[in-house]
């Protein structure tokens, strides 16, 4: 086993050792591992749907010009 595989599963052992000790501990790391998930998922939305980000901007000018595209395509029906 390398360093890094030793490291974890060290870390994985004492975490095993302290949830069978203490069971509240077990509780207390699943609210933990709740709270991580849901910042992870406002971070993910605050990038995602930010208005200055680049994917919002060509969304925004994608739609924009499908908008124009049929406004276009309905006024040269309408002459």
């Not at 004492?14 to 207390?28: E, G, R």
């Not at 998930?37 to 749907?49: G, T």
Request: hydrophobic share 45%.
């Amino acid at each position: 086993m390398n360093v890094a595989t030793l490291t974890w599963f060290t870390i994985g052992a004492c975490l095993v050792y302290v949830v069978v000790q203490d069971s509240n501990v077990y509780d207390w790391l699943v609210l933990q591992s709740k709270l991580l998930r849901i910042e992870l998922q406002r971070f993910w939305f605050k990038v995602r749907y930010h208005p200055d980000s680049p994917w919002v901007r060509y969304e925004i000018k994608r739609n924009a010009d499908r908008i124009a595209a049929e406004f276009f395509k309905e006024r040269k029906n309408v002459d």
